[in-house]
């Protein structure tokens, strides 16, 4: 009796030759956005802390050197009632009205300088 014959391997897959890359070439530079200045800011809502410095330091002068924090946030705020504006009476997120949080920034931009003296807690002092 005959030996039985293995069945044929498949072929195997014939693969396509791969087509050269075309040579690149760079792609136009896209035209810039034309640059545009404002020529009139949106007026600010509410004074900037560097607003209160010299009313800080002019009114600490006039009190001999120191005030307690309520103390000179009140004169402060008699100092530049006609000053303030409109937004500056608002609540901040912290929920204290924001002149108060600017002139709280600027006393530290005071101390920070060297102008005002961080010795006494609550006590706005300038240093001598």
């Known amino acids: ?3 039985p014959v293995a069945p044929p391997e498949p ?4 693969r396509k ?3 050269a890359a075309a040579p690149r070439t760079p ?12 020529t009139s800011a949106a007026p600010r809502r509410w004074s900037a802390p560097a607003d209160f ?3 800080i330091v002019a ?5 001999d050197g120191g005030l307690r924090t309520d103390d000179a946030l009140a004169r402060l705020e008699e100092r530049v009632a006609d000053e303030l504006r409109p937004g500056d ?10 002149w108060r949080t600017a002139a709280r920034k600027a006393r ?13 807690p609550g006590v706005w002092q300038l240093r001598s």
């Open 1 to 3: 009796m005959p030996k």
């Open 108 to 120: 530290r931009e005071l101390v920070t300088s060297g102008i005002l003296s961080d010795a006494q």
């Open 59 to 63: 009114m600490l002068d006039e009190a």
């Open 53 to 55: 410095v010299p009313h």
């Open 89 to 98: 009476r608002e609540k901040s997120p912290q929920g204290e009205q924001r």
């Open 27 to 38: 792609k136009a530079a896209k035209a810039a956005a034309p640059v545009t200045t404002r």
């Open 17 to 19: 030759p791969r087509k």
């Open 11 to 14: 072929p195997a897959p014939v």
